[in-house]
């Protein structure tokens, strides 16, 4: 693939988080399908029914949108058992194979869907068929979505169980290891899929809409063909921020899900930015975190009902667009002898190749006139302990003083050590505390023996991917999934920074200083290599697996350089 320069954000697409049918809790701990004392069916085998949450919604055409998007308020019930798929692949040389369990009380058993089926780690393609007729009964639409059982859920009966310990969203990052997808039994997942890159041009006017499941997934899980009919009113609405500035909170990346989710950047993205700015200050916020909150997935079925001030995640419900408060970091900093138990738990961190890959014209603190190589990295925890900093300020002092803590299996603190500083980046789109000695990016020549390095030596950790939930001890729910409070604000005395096992933590190409100033570099071939735990001051189960790199060639002019991103192995994400 071959990317010209370009001076606008690139846009991103992301599944529909939607809202819940019954206000529930979503948490973690509760075993699947536990809550109400019965056993599953004799197969364990779930029964699943197309349901829809109204008959009518009403989607507001914004002034300035190219669209609607079409969020019916559809959901895939569950009953008997919980729905549950593991999706994994070996390396990026072996395609991505979707197991569902089955369990049957105890015991639990595997079935393997057809190869091919299922491609990457965003859900179920091509799971939700869409035909939407005018008034005149003229069809107008037709689309094929992706279902994620990880979408927003709640329950559809009182004695279902009280929480979900399921993800909260699908993957959206090109280079996921390993996704756990599920339903509990008793309730429904929200089966639309809203790509904020792809809306459907109707005028306003009502419409009919009908939804059914595919038959090749009817046919695999034995479910009714049921087809729900909505009636759509569509209806201009001017201003032009309300579904656009919505979308924008829906990124596939960081610092963008649901974990489903997100990363830094319209990505710091989940499961998973759309490129639009926020109005108020001009960042490019993202849903797996972001300096601003991720805005809810509104479910017009449920504002339809009335129902739209149980969006969001709090007391009694949810709908997976939680934002944490900050972690608390220990009272004061550690004192006595600094040391790590030789068979304590350790996080292990590895990088992932970069991808998000494009030339630009730089971000706030560039150079005007220069051409510079922008791309996306991630940084993730295999495991199987977190990784946990704290940092102290000394009164009157710019740096916090870092420190590493190490825990025992009943979570006590069994040691920590010295592991650098944080610094406070006062830059627009930053505005938080950066732990120093996380990562650091280079572009090495042809044959790695050159380097240019990235002007990004600092990070802010959030879990804003979730990389592989089939890691031993990985939390399928963590805590500081976003940016507004995870990092601290300019006045703070303490900070904990927090990087979960089977999360990564993605930096964006819009981030200041994710970049490389190519404008004096020939064309040729060059390496991104991202490096985790560069001066190995962390301590790690393993630091022989710590640097990824990804091939780029650049070509063009001064002013139209151009670069070309050749596939990672089976992953053709540039």
Not at 374 to 399: E, T
Not at 424 to 443: C, K, Q, V
Request: with cysteine; hydrophobic share 30%.
């Amino acid at each position: 693939m071959t990317s010209q320069k370009r001076t606008t954000r690139l846009k991103r697409g992301a599944l529909a988080a939607g809202a819940a049918l019954t206000v529930v809790v979503a948490g973690a701990g509760a075993a699947p399908g536990a809550g109400d004392g019965k056993a599953s069916t004799a197969t364990g085998k779930p029964k699943l029914k197309l349901i829809a949450a109204s008959k009518s919604v009403t989607l507001d055409r914004w002034e300035g949108e190219p669209g609607v998007y079409l969020d019916l308020g559809t959901y895939v019930a569950v009953d008997d058992a919980p729905l549950e798929f593991r999706v994994t692949r070996k390396s990026y040389k072996d395609p991505v194979v979707a197991k569902q369990v089955l369990r049957k009380g105890t015991s639990t058993t595997t079935r393997t869907l057809p190869a091919g089926l299922v491609k990457d780690f965003t859900g179920l393609p091509g799971f939700l068929e869409v035909t939407v007729t005018d008034a005149a009964g003229t069809e107008v639409a037709k689309s094929k979505g992706t279902f994620c059982p990880n979408n927003a859920s709640g329950r559809i009966r009182p004695d279902a169980p009280a929480t979900s310990h399921y993800p909260e969203s699908c993957p959206t990052n090109p280079f996921t290891l390993g996704s756990v997808w599920g339903v509990e039994k008793g309730w429904a997942s929200n089966s639309s899929t809203v790509d904020y890159d792809k809306p459907v041009d109707l005028p306003a006017g009502e419409y009919t809409a009908k939804v059914r499941v595919a038959k090749k997934y009817r046919d695999l899980f034995s479910i009714p063909d049921d087809r729900p009919t909505v009636k759509v009113t569509v209806r201009e609405s001017g201003g032009g921020g309300g579904q656009g500035a919505a979308a924008a909170g829906k990124s596939g990346a960081h610092h963008g899900a649901g974990h489903g989710t997100g990363g830094h950047g319209t990505g710091h993205g989940s499961a998973h930015g759309t490129g639009h700015g926020s109005a108020r200050s001009g960042h490019h916020y993202g849903p797996r975190g972001a300096d601003a909150p991720t805005p809810p997935a509104l479910s017009h079925a449920l504002e339809d009902r009335g129902r739209a001030h149980h969006l969001g995640d709090g007391p009694g419900h949810t709908d997976g667009s939680r934002i944490a408060p900050a972690l608390k970091p220990n009272a004061k900093r550690p004192t006595g002898r600094a040391g790590v138990p030789a068979n304590v738990p350790k996080p292990d961190l590895r990088s992932l190749p970069a991808w998000d890959i494009a030339i630009t014209d730089g971000e706030d603190g560039d150079v005007p006139g220069k051409d510079y190589l922008a791309f996306s990295a991630n940084v993730w925890n295999a495991g199987p302990a977190p990784l946990v900093v704290d940092g102290f300020r000394s009164p009157g002092k710019d740096l916090m003083d870092a420190y590493q803590y190490f825990y025992d299996a009943n979570g006590k603190q069994v040691g920590y050590t010295p592991t650098g500083t944080m610094e406070w980046d006062p830059r627009i789109g930053h505005e938080h505390w950066h732990f120093t000695d996380f990562a650091s990016y280079r572009l090495l020549s042809a044959d790695q023996s050159k380097e240019v390095r990235s002007g990004k030596e600092a990070f802010c950790l959030a879990n804003t991917d979730a990389i592989d939930y089939t890691v031993k001890n990985a939390n399928w729910h963590p805590y500081n999934t976003d940016l507004s409070t995870a990092c601290g604000q300019q006045n703070s005395i303490s900070v904990r920074e927090v990087l979960d096992v089977g999360s990564g933590d993605t930096y964006t190409q819009y981030r200041p200083g994710q970049s490389f100033d190519i404008t004096d570099l020939p064309n040729g071939t060059y390496y991104i290599q991202v490096i985790a735990n560069p001066e190995k001051r962390l301590k790690e189960t393993n630091l022989k697996n710590n640097v990824a790199l990804r091939k780029v060639v650049l070509g063009g002019k001064p002013g139209a350089r151009t670069v070309t991103v050749p596939p990672h192995e089976l992953i053709n994400a540039k």
